[in-house]
């Protein structure tokens, strides 16, 4: 099948334009979602939303809603990317299969990256997931809905990790007892997540939630972070989430899928830089019980992603899209590799 039969015509009528109008290009670096680059006289980013994982897609849409008319108030110029209605004025329109798509206007001179090649790179992106949360550090959260349930709880990812192990067939088991053992070795980190929020160390707010490096879209001649997009998990978190995710992908020198992982290594310049930018716009708004939970932050982020492939692993493969058999626990092993480099610091 050509990449353009993958999107229905009755998707791309709802916003009134016509598949003949573009080139039709698959954007595959997403695990969950399908998401096309239409190419025209005025391109846009089409994607179909995953509706086994996100199963309420409707909250997507009104976190953005709330999230975009605040900050058009109080911040008129944040760049904050907001869906195409269709005509009928819907953020998302269905296919006949029942699943939602959203439209997105395309961000001309801009480019994206799946590893941090400078220090420079790393302060303009983190500077920018903070703006987000520090731009939003106001609203009620309590407005928000979780758009997938205990997301980013350690506590919960550990249990199914747990479960997942109980019921993986022997020869993936036995193919990942290695990892296993370093995940289960690593599980005082479960504990000292527990501890934090149980004592109420860390402020709810509203966080991205997925902060990876290719989450930024870089300026072409200015080479500056623009701003941020892949908003679906736009919901309240603590700030450990979007610190720590930034840490997992922007300090290593490769991205989560290397396999060699005698390339996987701490970069202090990249994590230096990293931290001022992101305390540039949060440190005012941070308590001290949150400043102190920052060398934590990391580290539970990469256990939780370890957690969350490997334990797709063992299942079967079900959840992360994959291209090759073993390919979870490719991805698992790396996040374990990179977990021992922070904990060795
Ligand atoms: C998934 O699909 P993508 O790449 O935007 C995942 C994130 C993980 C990430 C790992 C909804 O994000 O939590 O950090 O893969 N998103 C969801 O690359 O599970
Ligand atoms: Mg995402």
């Known amino acids: 099948m050509e990449v353009g039969e993958a999107v229905p015509e009755n998707i791309l009528h709802s916003y009134g334009l016509e598949r003949s109008s573009f080139r039709i290009e698959r954007i595959g670096t ?9 190419i025209g006289a005025r391109s846009f980013i089409l994607q179909r939303v995953n ?20 900050l058009l108030k109080h911040f008129p110029q944040y760049p904050f990317l907001r869906p195409v209605h269709s005509l009928k004025n819907d953020e998302m329109v269905y296919d006949p299969d029942g699943n939602p798509w959203r439209l997105f206007p395309y961000v001309d001179n801009t480019f994206t990256v799946d590893k941090v090649a400078t220090a420079k790179e790393a302060f303009s992106a983190a500077q920018e997931f903070a703006r987000l949360t520090r731009y939003l550090d106001a609203i009620d959260v309590h407005q928000f809905k979780e758009t ?64 990876k490096i290719n989450n930024v879209l870089f300026d072409t001649v200015s080479r500056k972070a623009v701003c941020v997009i892949d908003l679906d998990t736009l919901m309240p978190g603590y700030f450990i989430y979007d610190l720590g995710d930034m840490i997992r992908t922007f300090v290593c020198p490769v991205s989560e899928e290397e396999k060699d992982l005698s390339k996987i290594v701490f970069r202090k310049d990249v994590y230096d830089a990293l931290l001022k930018g ?36 063992l299942r079967g493969d079900t959840y992360y899209h994959t291209t090759y058999h073993g390919q979870n626990l490719v991805r698992a092993r790396n996040q374990v590799r990179f977990l021992e480099k922070l904990e060795a610091l």
């Open 30 to 38: 997403g695990h969950i979602h399908q998401t096309f680059k239409l």
């Open 51 to 70: 509706a086994q994982v996100f199963k309420n897609p409707e909250i997507i849409a009104s976190n953005l809603r709330l999230a975009g008319e605040y």
């Open 148 to 211: 997938i349930h205990r997301f980013h709880d350690l506590d919960v990812r550990y249990e199914q990790f747990e479960d997942a192990m109980r019921e993986a067939p022997q020869d993936r088991s036995e193919t990942a007892e290695d990892c296993i053992r370093s995940c289960q070795g690593a599980n005082g980190l479960v504990d000292e997540y527990n501890q934090l929020i149980r004592c109420g160390a860390l402020r709810l707010r509203i966080t991205h939630n997925d902060t």
């Open 278 to 313: 992101y305390l540039s716009q949060m440190k005012e708004v941070m308590s001290a019980e949150e400043l102190d939970a920052v060398p934590f932050a990391g580290k539970m982020m990469t256990y939780i992603m370890a957690l969350r492939f490997l334990t797709d692993y």
